[in-house]
């Protein structure tokens, strides 16, 4: 047996008033120009024609480049240290990430203290430092 559901019943229709915008009743207002904002437009114009380079066919010449004398003259970036970490071949949960065979990078600035503790003190996992500072 089944059964018609209800017709929806629609609530009285909202009322409808002859009421005018007040926006529409408001004065427009006109920008106004000042001399201090034409001073300024005036002076930008001026600067913008002043920086076109008379003669665009000349070659162009780079500011000499002066050497640091403190700076350290290194040859490789260095590397960031990371922990590579190898699990087990069913898997390991530690420090709320998975570790399985395959071998995982971890930057160690990504690593609270905790965690590291939990990583390293953990048997069933392979930790190895790379790019530790010499």
């Known amino acids: 047996m089944s059964r018609n559901p209800k017709p929806i019943s629609k609530g009285p229709a909202p009322a409808k008033t002859d009421t005018p915008d007040p926006a529409s009743s408001l004065p427009q ?53 990371v ?12 420090a709320g990430r998975h570790f399985t065979p395959q071998p995982v990078e971890i930057p160690m600035a990504d690593l609270s203290d905790d965690d590291l503790l939990k990583l390293k003190g953990d048997p069933a996992l392979s930790c190895t430092v790379i790019g530790a500072p010499a």
Do not use: H
């Not at 500011?63 to 240290?81: G, L, S």
């Not at 922990?83 to 530690?94: E, S, V, Y």
């Open 83 to 94: 922990l590579q970490i190898k699990g087990p071949a069913n898997g390991r949960w530690r």
């Open 29 to 81: 207002v006109t920008p106004v120009t000042t001399d201090a904002a034409s001073a300024d437009a005036k002076a930008a114009a001026e600067a913008a024609t002043a920086s076109v380079d008379p003669n665009p066919d000349a070659p162009v010449t780079p500011p000499p480049v002066e050497a640091k004398a403190d700076a350290p003259k290194t040859k490789k970036a260095a590397q960031p240290v």
